[in-house]
């Protein structure tokens, strides 16, 4: 029997104010675990669901009230088990930075011949206007935590594209020609065009592929 929610609220905004920042809420999985509730004044509509280090993160705006989110969390948390059941035995996505360096470290072997050597390769999740970015002075990458949702032959793109900028820190014709050999790479970038205006309310921006830093 699906869980039973509070009745659809007919204004976002009005109602209780709810603690700014990370809280622990008082919504839980189906196996009881604690759900965290992140309010942020930079999310200005719509809700996102995620995990983070193994705990389920549901992304409001800071001006959802608590009446708001005794109806919308519980959707959100749903559809955040649902996804996991789904993807229940396919082939995981790095979970660690550990993992994401191995497999940046396979890709810059596999298609740029280990010429790109990035010193740290780790998820972020204060990134939600770009997929990736890169410093190549520091030769460090970063992965939007966005990213972890989506197809592996996508994350392998996003990768791919941000040790590319460790050689060629531009979106030269040269940097390109690093990326002719990778199969999906069409296929991949129709995909984040399409994500990026499937949510451009609450990710703006995210049509940029990436951001390099100069530093």
Known sequence: MAART????????????????????V??????EAVVVRRTTRRKS???AFWENGQAVIAVPARL??????YWVPLMVAKLEQKARANKGRRQLPAS???????ATFLSA?????????????????????WGSATPARKSIRISHHVQGMPEWVLDYV?????????????????????DGYPQLE????????AAFAAARDFSGANDADDIDSE
Do not use: C, Y
């Open 97 to 103: 930075n550990a993992a994401l360096m191995e497999r």
């Open 27 to 32: 919504h839980t999985l189906s196996n009881g």
């Open 65 to 70: 009230s608590l009446e708001d989110e005794g």
């Open 110 to 130: 596999k298609f740029l011949g280990s010429r790109a050597v990035p010193e740290s390769v780790r998820w972020v999740t204060n990134q939600n206007t770009r």
């Open 187 to 194: 296929r991949a970038k129709a995909f984040l065009e399409g």
């Open 159 to 179: 990768l791919l594209h941000e040790l590319s900028h460790l050689i060629h820190p531009d979106h030269s014709p040269a940097f390109w020609a690093e990326m």
């Open 46 to 48: 719509g809700l996102s």
């Open 6 to 25: 509070a009745p659809r609220p007919k204004t976002i905004g009005r109602g209780t104010p709810g603690p700014p920042g990370d809280s622990v809420s």
